[in-house]
């Protein structure tokens, strides 16, 4: 069922910390979406970084810079009736307030991806907790940098104890919730 013209797009912003199962999620649920006629675009934290930011760093303000990027291409693409599930670390809470401002609180589900260290360390899929482990200096959210978890998210997902299916329906509802398709 295509997206009617009166109903307003949102943004899915999956945050957590690396390997907890964010861009899993985001390319889940575009799936999801696309194969009931929505039109969505992911933006994944570590594509962005290969471009439109490829000239930031991981220091807080340039991880919070991260964030607004994005926000604004998130933005750009729920004005053009286009879903948009972003997921990035995104480990501050400003960036995630900025974000969520830029965007609209209307248009803006926040979820933390919520999977414990632990478990992420184990997962390891780009080998950064590893390097991390002989390396302190490459400040890894959840290592050597904080992340700092959401005060109040409108979902929160444990990929370790939640199956795919069963987050990406969680996910799907919200936005029958915000009455959005």
Request: aromatic fraction near 6%; charge should be neutral; charged fraction near 20%.
């Given at each position: 069922?295509?997206?009617?013209?009166?109903?307003?797009?949102?943004?899915?912003?999956?945050?957590?910390?690396?390997?907890?199962?964010?861009?899993?999620?985001a390319h889940?649920?575009?799936?999801?979406?696309?194969?009931?006629?929505?039109?969505?675009?992911?933006?994944?934290?570590?594509?962005?970084?290969?471009?439109?930011?490829?000239?930031?760093?991981?220091?807080?303000?340039?991880?919070?810079?991260?964030?607004r990027r994005?926000?604004?291409?998130?933005?750009?693409?729920?004005?053009?009736?286009?879903?948009?599930?972003?997921?990035?670390?995104?480990?501050?809470?400003?960036?995630?307030?900025?974000?969520?401002?830029?965007?609209?609180?209307?248009?803006?589900?926040?979820?933390?991806?919520?999977?414990?260290?632990?478990?992420?360390?184990?997962?390891?899929?780009?080998?950064?907790?590893?390097?991390?482990?002989?390396?302190?200096?490459?400040?890894?959210?959840?290592?050597?940098?904080?992340?700092?978890?959401?005060?109040?998210?409108?979902?929160?997902?444990?990929?370790?104890?939640?199956?795919?299916?069963?987050?990406?329906?969680?996910?799907?509802?919200?936005?029958?919730?915000?009455?959005?398709?």
């Amino acid at each position: 069922m295509p997206q009617k013209l009166h109903q307003q797009t949102i943004t899915w912003w999956l945050s957590g910390l690396p390997g907890a199962g964010k861009t899993t999620l985001a390319h889940a649920l575009a799936l999801r979406l696309r194969a009931t006629g929505f039109p969505v675009c992911v933006l994944d934290g570590d594509e962005l970084r290969q471009g439109l930011s490829k000239d930031l760093g991981f220091s807080p303000a340039d991880r919070d810079e991260q964030c607004r990027r994005t926000a604004e291409m998130a933005k750009l693409l729920n004005s053009n009736g286009i879903y948009a599930i972003v997921a990035l670390v995104s480990p501050h809470a400003s960036g995630r307030a900025t974000a969520k401002d830029i965007i609209g609180a209307s248009q803006f589900i926040e979820t933390h991806v919520a999977t414990p260290l632990h478990i992420c360390q184990q997962r390891d899929p780009k080998g950064w907790y590893a390097r991390a482990k002989n390396n302190p200096v490459l400040q890894l959210t959840g290592v050597s940098a904080p992340y700092e978890e959401p005060a109040s998210p409108d979902c929160v997902i444990d990929t370790h104890q939640v199956a795919l299916p069963d987050a990406i329906n969680q996910l799907f509802s919200f936005a029958k919730e915000f009455n959005t398709l």
